[in-house]
């Protein structure tokens, strides 16, 4: 299993970044899979998760209305569309992805097996 992100960079306040997870090893409509972030001297949170139950996306309150998560079967790979970035939004972003079945908040909540994370792409955005 491989999971590799791209599409971090730095960025004005107000911009748009979207950020690609390559997954490899699985497919990303089989298992429960989303995006975390940590930034300096703060913990991981849950950004955005997709349940493998039945598709609903989860969006943690500080993103919602802002960013979209998708994922693309064809090329296996998940997206995180981020607009209006904020300056509050800087930190190393993770795509993650584990084959046991959960709703999609418990996923992001950290609830359960965390078995695979990609290295992270950084994103920064300043005021």
């Known amino acids: 299993v491989q999971l590799v992100e791209s599409g971090g960079e730095s960025v004005q306040a107000g911009k748009t970044l979207r950020l690609a997870c390559a997954a490899s090893g699985f497919m990303v409509d089989d298992w429960a899979i989303g995006w975390f972030r940590q930034a300096p001297g703060k913990e991981r949170e849950g950004v955005a998760c997709?349940?493998?139950?039945?598709?609903?996306?989860y969006y943690a309150d500080s993103v919602q209305g802002r960013f979209t998560m998708a994922l693309d079967k064809t090329k296996n790979t998940a997206y995180l569309q981020m607009n209006n970035l904020k300056p509050e939004d800087t930190a190393v972003y993770y795509c993650?992805?584990?084959?046991?079945?959960?709703?999609?908040?418990?996923?992001?909540?950290?609830?359960?097996?965390?078995?695979?994370w990609g290295q992270g792409t950084q994103v920064a955005v300043a005021s």
């Open positions: 997709i349940s493998s139950n039945d598709g609903y996306i």
């Open positions: 993650g992805a584990d084959p046991v079945r959960r709703a999609a908040y418990h996923y992001c909540a950290g609830h359960g097996p965390h078995a695979h």
